[in-house]
């Protein structure tokens, strides 16, 4: 065997023992997999904004924990994915979402970002605790191809939900 061919067997597994990897995962597929938005990613599914989180990027997302969503009041999330209460579902999806990568060690930098919808999201940053509008970041940087995911601890409403009754319950 020459230098070439053994080269070659070290590089190129022979016995069918194929190397495989996983493509990289989006912003939906990460948070899926973390557990702990599963609320967020079936809200996101159901504005129609899946593909948008799955697209390109880059974002960062700000999403709210399961547990956020259940301070929300009583019947407020199940209104909120019906069909007729579409467009709040979408404000309020696109309010956690800023178009720019971003990474819990730079929020220092900014006392706002610049939300999906075009509002601002106010940002602070004391001893090491972001503040993002009301939520807390309690799971700060987990990465997928396309954003920056931080998780927080409350649900941050949009100007336009502020303007608006709370959505209907059908019944």
């Not at 730079?106 to 706002?112: G, Q, Y």
Request: aromatic fraction near 8%; charge should be negative; charged fraction near 20%.
């Amino acid at each position: 065997m020459n230098f070439t061919q053994s080269l070659l067997c070290t590089l190129v597994p022979i016995s069918g023992d194929t190397m495989t990897q996983e493509p990289p995962k989006n912003l939906l597929e990460v948070a899926a997999e973390q557990g702990s938005f599963a609320l967020f990613c079936d809200a996101a599914r159901q504005s129609g904004l899946q593909e948008t989180l799955e697209g390109k990027g880059p974002f960062t997302a700000f999403i709210p924990i399961d547990a956020a969503f259940e301070k929300l009041p009583k019947g407020y999330f199940d209104a909120l994915v019906l069909p007729e209460n579409k467009k709040q579902l979408i404000d309020l999806i696109s309010y956690h979402i800023v178009p720019k990568r971003k990474t819990v060690a730079e929020f220092e930098r900014w006392d706002s970002l610049k939300t999906l919808d075009g509002n601002t999201l106010s940002v602070q940053s004391v001893n090491k605790q972001v503040i993002v509008g009301v939520g807390k970041v309690v799971l700060p940087d987990l990465y997928a191809v396309n954003a920056a995911i931080h998780g927080i601890d409350r649900v941050n409403m949009p100007p336009s939900a502020q303007r608006l009754a709370p959505p209907s319950v059908a019944g």
